[in-house]
C-alpha cells in the first residue's frame, strides 16, 4: 500500500496549490479520501473528506470556500486545490485512506509566506 503526495511548496499569502496523492496497493474507488493537516507544535486535523462515491464532500470550517477535494477514481488519485492561503495554512499536508483501516501518506509541506 501506497499514498504518496506531491504539489506543496512554498507560496505566497493569496496564492493557490494544487496538492495530489497518488495511490497504489489497495482498491481505491471503496475508500473514502481525506487531506489532513499537522501544523508545528499543533495536533493533526481533518480538513476535507470526499466519500467514496466522490459524491460527498466535507471540509474544516477553517478553509470552507477556499480548499476543493476531488478525486480521479480512475487514476487513483485524490486532489486537494487550496486558494486564498493564509500564513495559519502552514503545515505537513497528509493524504489518508479510510475504510476499515487507515493508510497514511509521508506528507507534502506547504508553507504560506511573504
Known amino acids: 500500500v501506497k499514498l504518496v503526495e506531491s504539489g506543496g511548496g512554498l507560496v505566497q499569502p493569496g496564492g493557490s496549490l494544487r496538492l495530489s496523492c497518488a495511490a497504489s496497493?489497495?482498491?481505491?474507488?471503496?475508500?473514502?479520501m481525506s487531506w489532513y493537516r499537522q501544523a508545528p507544535g499543533k495536533e493533526r486535523e481533518l480538513v476535507a473528506t470526499?466519500?467514496?462515491?466522490?459524491?460527498?464532500?466535507n471540509y474544516a470550517d477553517s478553509v470552507k470556500g477556499r480548499f476543493t477535494i476531488s478525486r480521479d477514481n480512475a487514476k487513483n488519485t485524490v486532489y486537494l486545490q487550496v486558494n486564498s492561503l493564509k500564513p495559519e495554512d502552514t503545515a505537513v499536508y497528509y493524504c489518508?485512506?479510510?475504510?476499515?483501516?487507515?493508510?497514511w501518506g509521508q506528507g507534502t509541506q506547504v508553507t504560506v509566506s511573504s
Open positions: 496497493g489497495f482498491t481505491f474507488s471503496i475508500y473514502d
Open positions: 470526499i466519500r467514496s462515491a466522490g459524491s460527498r464532500t
Open positions: 489518508n485512506a479510510h475504510r476499515w483501516t487507515d493508510f
